[in-house]
C-alpha cells in the first residue's frame, strides 16, 4: 500500500527565519513524483515544488527547497526567509508513475503559522 | 484566464436529495479529476477523466456519478446524499499525463444533514 506520512501536525517559524517540513512516504514502485502543495485559508490547492524520483538533485523553487531521500523515502520541504504569506496548510504526495491518472496519495497535512 | 471554475461555492443537502457538482476549465485540457477532501485530511480521488467521453473510477467513487461531454466541463453527480458526504470537493485539470501541474479550483463546500 502506498502511503503519506507528516508527522508535525503544526509548525511555527518567525517572519525570514527557515523552517523544515517532514515527510515519509511508502511505495514499491521506483518511477514516482513527489509534491508539495499549499492551502491557503482561501481554499486554493497550489501546487510548490515538484520532484520527479529518478532524479538525484533536489528541486528548487524560489525560496523552496526540498531535501529527497530516496533510500530514507523521506521528502522534507525547507522554506527559507518566511514570510506572512507562507502561512498555509502544506501537504506532501505522492504519484506513481503508471498508476491511476491523478491519483495523489496524499498526507494528512501540516499547518504552517508565521509569527511576525 | 478563469482557470478551473467550481460552483456553487456551498451548499447544505438534506439526505437523499441529489445534486450537480459543476466544473469547467478554460486551458483545453484533456484531463480532469474529481477530489473530496474530509476535515483534518488530504485529498483522494473520486473520478477521473482523460477525455471527452472517457471517465474513470478514483479511490473512492462510490456515491458518485460523473460525466464528460466536452472538454471543458466535468460536472458531478451526488445521488442519494448521506452524511458521509460531507466534505470539500475540489475539481482539478492537467494538460498532460502523469502531470507535471494540476490546476485547482477553490472546492464547493458541501454539508449533508
Known amino acids: 500500500a502506498q502511503t503519506v506520512t507528516q508527522s508535525q501536525p503544526e509548525m511555527s517559524v518567525q517572519e525570514a527565519e527557515t523552517v523544515t517540513l517532514s515527510c515519509t512516504y511508502d511505495?514499491?514502485?521506483?518511477?514516482?513524483?513527489l509534491f508539495w502543495y499549499k492551502q491557503p485559508p482561501s481554499r486554493q490547492m497550489i501546487l510548490v515544488i515538484r520532484?520527479?524520483?529518478?532524479?538525484?538533485q533536489n528541486a528548487t523553487e524560489n525560496r523552496f527547497s526540498v531535501n529527497f531521500q530516496k533510500a530514507a523515502k523521506s521528502f522534507s520541504l525547507k522554506i527559507s526567509d518566511s514570510q506572512l504569506g507562507d502561512a498555509a496548510m502544506y501537504f506532501c504526495?505522492?504519484?506513481?508513475?503508471?498508476?491511476?491518472?491523478?491519483?495523489?496519495?496524499f498526507g494528512k497535512g501540516t499547518k504552517l503559522s508565521v509569527k511576525p | 484566464n478563469a482557470g478551473v471554475t467550481q460552483t456553487p461555492k456551498f451548499r447544505i443537502l438534506k439526505i437523499g436529495q441529489s445534486m450537480t457538482l459543476q466544473c469547467a476549465q478554460d486551458?483545453?485540457?484533456?484531463?480532469m479529476y474529481w477530489y473530496r477532501q474530509d476535515p483534518g485530511m488530504g485529498l483522494k480521488l473520486i473520478y477521473y477523466?482523460?477525455?471527452?467521453?472517457?471517465?474513470d473510477k478514483g479511490e473512492v467513487p462510490n456515491g458518485y456519478n460523473v460525466s464528460r461531454s466536452t472538454t471543458e466541463d466535468f460536472p458531478l453527480r451526488l445521488e442519494l446524499a448521506a452524511p458521509s458526504q460531507t466534505s470539500v470537493y475540489f475539481c482539478?485539470?492537467?494538460?498532460?499525463?502523469?502531470?507535471?501541474?494540476?490546476?485547482f479550483g477553490s472546492g464547493t463546500q458541501l454539508s449533508v444533514l
Open positions: 482539478a485539470s492537467s494538460l498532460g499525463q502523469y502531470s507535471e501541474k494540476l490546476f
Open positions: 511505495t514499491s514502485e521506483s518511477d514516482y513524483y
Open positions: 520532484q520527479e524520483a529518478y532524479k538525484q
Open positions: 504526495a505522492l504519484m506513481n508513475y503508471g498508476g491511476s491518472q491523478g491519483n495523489l496519495i
Open positions: 486551458m483545453n485540457h484533456n484531463y
Open positions: 477523466s482523460v477525455g471527452a467521453g472517457i471517465t
